[in-house]
T-cell receptor, first 112, second 112 residues
């Protein structure tokens, strides 16, 4: 089945230790998103790719970076995780011209 | 700046009754609205959408109503079933824009 896959489902990292979350898709959608969701809050858009064009939200911390080496894969790099970065990170894709997103199951990040 | 608001964090209804989930938005540029459903440990899944040229869209037991003048939309589930118990997110965007803003979600519990 075509889908959006996020690995790992659960990630524990040490304070200040770089961590990478991954997202892959078999839908061949050209738009990919990363959202951060903290408990009981709305998912917050961090950045998105329109094909290879990177779009950063104005309030996304510099600590967060992203890479999209090809259509299928997108990575979220957190250079120096702080306790406040503990959250669920959601990857989503969208085909150009359609409004609905397809989400992955998310990666829950814990910072210790 | 939360542009999409779901003011009820939780809702409990009896099986067979109607569930009404509400959502308000502040950005008058939004012209496409969606509802997503999220089960624990899974990513959000698309449920139903509505364009601003309509005021109602129906899909089986699910109906979304849009009141543009009030910047308000609602999701009606009739009849409610225990399997509908989940967190429901309201989202809004400009259709051809990559920016989708989410509400914080409403946790629906349908009691048998």
């Amino acid at each position: 089945d075509a889908m959006v896959i996020q690995n790992p489902r659960y990630q524990v990292t040490q304070f200040g230790k770089p961590v990478t979350l991954s997202c892959s898709q078999t839908l061949n959608h050209n738009v990919m998103y990363w959202y951060q969701q903290k408990s009981s809050q709305a998912p917050k858009l961090l950045f998105h790719y329109y094909d290879k064009d990177f779009n950063n939200e104005a309030d996304t911390p510099d600590n967060f970076q992203s890479r999209r080496p090809n259509t299928s894969f997108c990575f979220l790099d957190i250079r120096s995780p702080g306790l406040g970065d503990a959250a669920m990170y959601l990857c989503a894709t969208r085909e150009q011209g359609y409004g609905g997103y397809t989400f992955g199951s998310g990666t829950r990040l814990t910072v210790v | 700046d939360q542009q999409v608001k779901q003011n009820s964090p939780s809702l409990s209804v009896q099986e067979g009754r109607i569930s009404i989930l509400n959502c308000d938005y502040t950005n008058s540029m939004f012209d496409y609205f969606l509802w997503y459903k999220k089960y624990p440990a899974e990513g959000p899944t698309f449920l139903i959408s509505i364009s601003s040229i309509k005021d109602k869209n129906e899909d089986g037991r699910f109906t979304v109503f849009l009141n543009k003048s009030a910047k308000h939309l609602s999701l009606h589930i009739v009849p409610s079933q225990p399997g509908d118990s989940a967190v429901y997110f309201c989202a809004a965007s400009r259709r051809w824009n990559n920016d989708m803003r989410f509400g914080a979600g409403t946790r629906l519990t349908v009691k048998p």
